[in-house]
C-alpha cells in the first residue's frame, strides 16, 4: 500500500450509534427511524454509516439515487432502501435487481414502472410523495389523489409510503410547518381507503425534535444523526446530546521563525506584525479547506485555537503557533473536531464560510480518506 495522505475524516461510530438511540428515544418505540444516508452518508462514508445504524437498530435507508441503493446492496446492508429523488426508465432493472423502493410523484414514471415490473414478475413498493410547500419534487395537492388512485389499480407497483418533505421546519421563527402537516394528513386521510398497511413519513431532523404531531408512522432525520442541530437555538433547546461524528485532522510538515514584516502566502494578504512562529500545515482547497476561509479560520494545534494566517492553498495552508510552546513537525492539527478540551465545529465552520453544516460535511468528506474508530 503507498503512503497514504496525512489528511484524513475520521468517523466516530459510536457517535452514529448514539445519536441513533437518542433520536429513537425522541420519538418512542412505536416510530421507525428512517436514517438519511444519501450523499455519502453527509460525507460519512455510505456503507460504513448505514452499517453502524443498522447494528444500533435501522431497519431502513434513506439515498438520493438508485446507484447509492445499489452500492448498499452489493455490501450486504438489508432493510428497506428507499430512492428519494425516484426513478427514470434506466433504473428500472436495478431498481428490481436490489429491492429498491422508489419515492414516486409522476404518473408517466409509475405506468412505465408497473409495466416494467409486470414484465419481471415482480412487485415494487413505491412511495407517493406531495409536495405541501418545498416546490421540489411531489405531486402538488390536487394532483396526489389521482395519483394514488394510479398506484392503486396498477399491477406490479403497490403503495409503501406516502410522504412529504417541510421546507421551513429548520427555522425556529417560523409559523407555517404545523400548516403544511395539516394539509399532508388531511390528504393522507382522505385517502385512507387506499391506504392499508403503508407509512406516512414527513419530518425530518428538525420536525422530529420539534413536532412530536409530524412524527407519523416513521421519521427521517439526516443531520441529528450525524451529530448537529439544524438550527442553533435548537442546540440549544432540544432535549437530546447529540455528539459530532466527523473530525478532519491533518498535520504540521514544517515550523519556522518568520520576522515581523514578512508577507504569508500568495498575494501577501496577511504580513507578520511581529516575529512570528509559523507552522505549515498539509491541507488545503483541495481537501476541502475552501479558499474561502481565508482571513477567517482557525484551527487545533497543541490543544490550542490558534489562526490561519494568509491565504488558503491548494494542498497547504499556514497556521500561527507563535503562542505555542512546542510544535514539532509530524504534530496532528485539527480543523474540524476536538484536540483537548478545544473544538471546532462544523457550524462554526459553516459561520465562517457562509453556509450550512451539512455542506461543510459533504465537502469534507468528499475531498479526503476515511478512516473509522470506535469511541465512547
Ligand atoms: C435530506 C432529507 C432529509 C433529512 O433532512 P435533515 O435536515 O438532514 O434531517 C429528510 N427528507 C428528505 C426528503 C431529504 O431529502
Redesign the pocket.
Known sequence: MPTPSVNKVQINLAALRHNYLQLQEVVGNHVRLLP?V?ANA?GHGLVPTARALYEAGARAF?V?EIEEGVRLREAGVAGEIIV?LGVMPAGFADLLRCDLSP?VFGRDTVEALSAFAVQAGKKVGVHVKMDVGMGRLGALPHEFQPLLETVGKLPGVYLAGV?S?LPLA?NPEEKLTLAHGSTFFEAISAAEQSGKGRVAHIA???A?LRFPKLHYDMV??????YGYY?SARLREEAAVKLRPAMSFKSCVIQVKELPAGRGVSYGHAFVTQRPTRLAVVSAGYDDGYSRRLTGRAVVLIGGRRVPVLGTICMNACMADVTELDRVEVGDEVVLLGMQGREEITADEIAGWLGTIS?EVLCLFGACNRHEYIDED
Open positions: 438519511m444519501k453527509y434513506g438520493a428519494f419515492v410522504m418533505h429548520d425530518n431532523s428538525a422530529l427521517r432525520p439526516g443531520i441529528a444523526l439544524p451539512y
